[in-house]
Nanobody, 112 residues
Framework: QVHLVESGGGSVETGGSLELACAISGTIDWRTYLAWDRQTPGKQREWVAELTYGNTKYADSVKGRFTISRSGSVVYLSMTNLQPEDTGVYYC?????????WGQGTQVTVSS
């Protein structure tokens, strides 16, 4: 059974940066679908970024500010120039062996 644990959330001022990490219990590689979603106040849960087969994609709202990457069995989301509208709970999402899994989420709060 795959287990995902997010960390790195916190509170920052507008314009600040955070790096989220998702530790995955099993092995993953370049073929695994890796993604981050978020639940933002006032919005539906939305897809933020994905990485698979070496290719990345981003939601328009975060392009140029967020970067998804992988090192071993840890998936990262590097966030820069954070804005209040980025506030929310961020969830790691993977698909391995055709089965999707999500982590417990980590809170990101951006204030000014």
């Amino acid at each position: 059974q795959v287990h995902l644990v997010e960390s790195g959330g916190g509170s920052v001022e507008t314009g600040g940066s955070l790096e989220l990490a998702c530790a995955i219990s099993g092995t993953i590689d370049w073929r695994t679908y890796l993604a981050w979603d978020r639940q933002t106040p006032g919005k539906q849960r939305e897809w933020v970024a994905e990485l698979t087969y070496g290719n990345t994609k981003y939601a328009d709202s975060v392009k140029g500010r967020f970067t998804i990457s992988r090192s071993g069995s840890v998936v990262y989301l590097s966030m820069t120039n954070l804005q209040p509208e980025d506030t929310g709970v961020y969830y790691c999402h993977i698909v391995r062996l055709g089965v999707p899994s999500w982590g417990q989420g980590t809170q990101v709060t951006v204030s000014s």
